[in-house]
């Protein structure tokens, strides 16, 4: 079984272009989380799935931000018109909704911004 | 608002004995806690929890402990060995409303730790 992975792995875009990222989850989880992380802070939150439904947004998520998980399996987010404070690691993470709270992140994609 | 916060920045402890990672935290709504281990370039790994019913996990050489009255938790390790240096985050959730189980996690800002040997 292999565990959460994240593609790419790093991203160098410019001011004012899109990328998008793309998560996939263990296999038999269905919950999906994002998360964002810069230097010196813990992940913080942007939104999660259980399965294709979008149960929660952060007001971190501002409208350039996009998330979807069409199928219920993987996840991308996407990224519009990027500025450089979106320079970040993005973590992605998955678990198995009901009684268990563990999640479990992949390596994340390192973007920057110049 | 830093809900969850970690106050040492960094710890360096010598191989073999304790080390005790501290965590204090301000939402009351929080019911259960996570310590995550973060090497540079990959993920945070999961390493052990605890219920808000519990006041004591052990798994190994890891034990967490929570005062809930304190609102605090702290992280030991017994003994040390070098492949613990690393990045520790605390995390939290509160009950999900709509299944009951967890959702998203709010993290301290993380204490390096570094054993030597």
């Known amino acids: 079984d292999t565990g959460v992975s994240q593609d790419p792995r790093h991203k160098i875009t410019k001011r004012g272009q899109n990328v998008t990222f793309r998560c996939d989850p263990i296999?038999?989880?269905?919950?999906l989380y994002w998360y964002r992380q810069t230097l010196g802070q813990g992940p913080e939150f942007l939104t999660y799935?259980?399965?294709?439904?979008?149960?929660?947004k952060s007001r971190l998520l501002s409208d350039r931000f996009s998330a979807e998980r069409p199928k219920g399996s993987f996840s991308t987010l996407e990224i519009q018109r990027t500025e450089q404070g979106d320079s970040a690691m993005y973590l992605c993470a998955s678990s198995l909704s009901g009684l268990t709270y563990e999640q479990y992140f992949g390596p994340g994609t390192r973007l920057t911004v110049t | 608002d830093q809900q969850v916060k970690q106050n040492s920045p960094s710890l360096s402890v010598q191989e073999g004995r304790i080390s005790i990672l501290n965590c204090d935290y301000t939402n009351s709504m929080f019911d259960y806690f996570l310590w995550y281990k973060k090497y540079p370039a990959e993920g945070p790994t999961f390493l052990i929890s605890?219920?808000?019913?519990?006041d004591k996990n052990e798994d190994g050489r890891f034990t967490v402990f929570l005062n809930k009255s304190a609102k605090h938790l702290s992280l030991h390790i017994v003994p040390s060995q070098p492949g613990d240096s690393a990045v520790y985050f605390c995390?939290?959730?509160?009950?999900?409303?709509?299944?009951?189980?967890?959702?998203?996690?709010?993290f301290g800002t993380g204490t390096q730790l570094k054993v030597e040997l």
């Open positions: 605890i219920s808000s019913i519990k």
């Open positions: 995390a939290a959730s509160e009950r999900g409303v709509l299944t009951g189980g967890g959702n998203k996690l709010t």
């Open positions: 799935f259980q399965n294709e439904a979008q149960l929660e």
């Open positions: 296999s038999e989880h269905n919950r």
